[in-house]
């Protein structure tokens, strides 16, 4: 009960942290002190958003070799330039999963998901495979978490020869679009739904993607779907809209922009 309350009053208050959150379930009638409220936000990966790199579900492996960040001041321009992956925390009924899914940035298209109950690699290399089935991106972005640093899945990406990026320390808006969606996810389909079982959730989820992806009309993209960006006529998952994202048209079967590429920078 308490991860539910403080899972939604993240999402609201991401600046939170632990003294905050505590004294915020203190005043909702809940009396816990900082040790629980530090042990269920790690267990949930939460950390209050400052402007350095939140430690989140992805926990670094100094043995794993780390790659440089790649994107700053990149301007995104086509779709399968970048893609990127991350993992969020999903609540159920009784427990919580892992939720893992590949994004490409250009039109928040994202390309899979997968879901576990445990924390080890092989759901985010199940995820990208699958992803891998829709094309290839020059570049790949994660953050420095030992599921995305493991040989199994840096292998992966070096075999197809993509370009590997991480998210240097202290550039906590370097995934930004992929955490849009995690907030998207979480209050329009997690929150409405007590999911019983994994295969609940499965099915909750996948159908939400695929209204999300192929459906969803999104302000950023000129009301356009993430489909109608990507170039595909049904797919599967994508993210909310991102500040200062410029407004995509499609002409010819094809996107374009209105405005002029955006760049990747801390600025």
């Given at each position: 009960m308490l991860m539910k309350l403080i899972d939604e009053q993240y999402v609201e208050t991401p600046f939170y942290g632990i003294d905050k959150m505590t004294e915020w379930l203190c005043r909702e009638g809940h009396h816990v002190?900082?040790?629980r409220v530090r042990r269920l936000m790690r267990q949930m990966g939460l950390e209050a958003?400052?402007?350095?790199?939140?430690r989140g579900l992805s926990i670094s492996d100094r043995q794993h070799k780390i790659y440089p960040y790649?994107?700053?001041g990149v301007a995104i321009t086509r779709p399968d330039q970048v893609w990127?992956?991350?993992?969020?925390?999903?609540?159920?009924?009784?427990?919580w999963l892992y939720l893992v899914a590949v994004m490409d940035w250009f039109s928040r298209y994202v390309l899979s998901w997968e879901v576990s109950i445990t924390m080890e690699s092989e759901f985010c290399i199940s995820a990208l495979k699958r992803a891998l089935s829709f094309g290839?991106?020059?570049i790949f972005n994660t953050d420095q978490g030992s599921q995305f640093t493991s040989d199994d899945f840096t292998k992966v990406l070096l075999t197809a020869e993509i370009q590997i990026?991480?998210?240097?320390?202290?550039?906590?808006?370097?995934?930004?679009?992929?955490?849009?969606?995690?907030?998207?996810?979480?209050?329009e389909e997690v929150y409405l739904h007590d999911y019983q079982t994994v295969a609940e959730a499965r099915y909750g989820l996948g159908r939400y993607f695929d209204l999300y992806n192929n459906r969803r009309l999104h302000q950023a993209?000129?009301?356009?779907?993430p489909a109608d960006v990507?170039?595909?006529a049904v797919g599967t998952p994508v993210a909310l809209r991102a500040p200062s994202v410029p407004t995509a048209v499609i002409e010819g079967g094809e996107s374009i922009l209105n405005s002029s590429v955006f760049c990747l920078d801390n600025g």
């Amino acid at each position: 009960m308490l991860m539910k309350l403080i899972d939604e009053q993240y999402v609201e208050t991401p600046f939170y942290g632990i003294d905050k959150m505590t004294e915020w379930l203190c005043r909702e009638g809940h009396h816990v002190n900082h040790k629980r409220v530090r042990r269920l936000m790690r267990q949930m990966g939460l950390e209050a958003v400052y402007p350095r790199r939140k430690r989140g579900l992805s926990i670094s492996d100094r043995q794993h070799k780390i790659y440089p960040y790649l994107l700053k001041g990149v301007a995104i321009t086509r779709p399968d330039q970048v893609w990127s992956a991350d993992i969020t925390y999903v609540r159920m009924y009784r427990g919580w999963l892992y939720l893992v899914a590949v994004m490409d940035w250009f039109s928040r298209y994202v390309l899979s998901w997968e879901v576990s109950i445990t924390m080890e690699s092989e759901f985010c290399i199940s995820a990208l495979k699958r992803a891998l089935s829709f094309g290839r991106p020059d570049i790949f972005n994660t953050d420095q978490g030992s599921q995305f640093t493991s040989d199994d899945f840096t292998k992966v990406l070096l075999t197809a020869e993509i370009q590997i990026s991480m998210d240097g320390k202290g550039r906590v808006f370097d995934n930004i679009f992929v955490e849009r969606l995690w907030r998207s996810v979480k209050v329009e389909e997690v929150y409405l739904h007590d999911y019983q079982t994994v295969a609940e959730a499965r099915y909750g989820l996948g159908r939400y993607f695929d209204l999300y992806n192929n459906r969803r009309l999104h302000q950023a993209l000129d009301y356009h779907t993430p489909a109608d960006v990507y170039g595909v006529a049904v797919g599967t998952p994508v993210a909310l809209r991102a500040p200062s994202v410029p407004t995509a048209v499609i002409e010819g079967g094809e996107s374009i922009l209105n405005s002029s590429v955006f760049c990747l920078d801390n600025g």
